[in-house]
């Protein structure tokens, strides 16, 4: 599994734009031996578009401009651990690496040392400026004005984003980045409880989009009161973004505690064969009670994985009889 580290960050002297320079290392992650401790970062894609140039073990990387803005935003040069970041550490273009990774993308985040989460640049954002400073000086919002703050601040592009629900799950201690500002998970928990409890006296409809916001789902999660089924799962999370519409069912099956054995991440499996997977495999545990259920059934993975329910439908009653 490779591994990166920011090496002697420079400005060249035709251009404008920082050049960061990392070098790399295969190494094994924490609970195996001689395990290297490392940061594994977790942030939106954004648009994928490659747009700047870093150097890694000496060769040119084109990287998306989200990823550009964290490296240069966040001083990663001066970060003195390793680094994961799928886009350094997987071949996007290779499935069956992408299949491997996955496979142990959640012991990834699980035995990193840390999770640096990426929010975004707070420059393109008044909000995110105000919740540092809301942070800094320990204060839950007073005003509706800052109501409004929170709830931007629980809805950023970031909290959007499939495979963080697996992510955010699995990782033993969270830091969370925007712009210049840090802040650990206990302290966005404070931050976000405080509001609900201060809005729902005077302002109940403020309260209630903070704690049904997206980064409210994550707080609920990691704080382990969603049923985690695959089908409640697929239900709770089918309306994030992920780039591969089969990534639908393979960013939640290591936090599937019922209705996920048997499958695994293949990037080579039809969207049709999948679903029809997810459904035998719910009802070898939770035989349908009637043709209405495996129609609605049939009907919700369609919508989930954009597949034609009918053929779902054709396809696993045909396997039934």
């Given at each position: 599994m490779g591994f990166s580290r920011a090496r002697n960050a420079y400005h060249e002297a035709s251009r404008a734009e920082k050049v960061l320079r990392f070098e790399t290392?295969?190494?094994?992650?924490?609970?195996?031996?001689?395990?290297?401790?490392?940061?594994?970062?977790?942030?939106?894609?954004?648009?994928?578009?490659?747009?700047?140039?870093?150097?890694?073990d000496g060769r040119p990387r084109m990287i998306a401009q989200n990823l550009w803005e964290f490296l240069t935003r966040t001083e990663v040069e001066n970060e003195t651990r390793w680094l994961w970041i799928d886009a350094l550490s997987i071949s996007q273009s290779d499935p069956e690496e992408r299949r491997n990774q996955v496979?142990?993308?959640?012991?990834?985040?699980?035995?990193?040392?840390?999770v640096l989460v990426w929010l975004g640049d707070a420059s393109d954002c008044g909000?995110?400026?105000?919740?540092?400073?809301?942070?800094?000086e320990r204060y839950a919002p007073k005003r509706?004005?800052?109501?409004?703050?929170?709830?931007?601040?629980?809805?950023?592009?970031?909290?959007?984003?499939?495979?963080?629900?697996?992510?955010?799950?699995?990782?033993?201690?969270?830091e969370l980045t925007c712009g210049q500002h840090r802040m650990t998970w206990s302290e966005f928990e404070a931050l976000f409880d405080g509001s609900i409890d201060l809005y729902k006296v005077f302002l109940p409809s403020t309260a209630l989009e903070i704690s049904t916001s997206a980064a409210g789902r994550m707080v609920r999660l990691r704080?382990?009161?969603i049923d985690t089924s695959i089908q409640s799962l697929l239900f709770e999370t089918y309306r994030?973004?992920?780039?591969?519409r089969r990534d639908k069912v393979?960013?939640?099956?290591?936090?599937?505690?019922?209705?996920?054995?048997?499958?695994?991440?293949?990037?080579?499996?039809?969207?049709?064969?999948?679903?029809?997977?997810?459904?035998?495999?719910r009802y070898d545990d939770h035989p349908p009670a009637s043709m209405s259920v495996v129609q609605?059934?049939?009907?919700?993975?369609?919508?989930?994985?954009?597949?034609?329910?009918?053929?779902?439908l054709q396809e696993l009653l045909s396997r039934m009889l």
């Open positions: 290392v295969v190494g094994r992650y924490h609970g195996l031996p001689n395990p290297i401790l490392y940061t594994a970062v977790s942030y939106a894609w954004g648009d994928p578009t490659p747009r700047h140039t870093i150097l890694v496979a142990i993308m959640s012991r990834i985040f699980s035995s990193a040392d840390k909000a995110m400026t105000m919740i540092g400073t809301m942070i800094a509706a004005m800052q109501g409004q703050i929170v709830i931007d601040f629980c809805e950023r592009p970031y909290w959007h984003r499939l495979w963080v629900f697996q992510e955010i799950r699995r990782a033993q201690r969270i704080r382990k009161v994030l973004a992920c780039a591969d393979y960013a939640i099956l290591s936090i599937a505690t019922e209705g996920a054995d048997g499958i695994e991440a293949d990037y080579l499996v039809t969207l049709r064969e999948l679903g029809l997977r997810v459904l035998r495999n609605r059934d049939s009907l919700f993975l369609g919508k989930v994985l954009d597949v034609d329910p009918k053929d779902i």
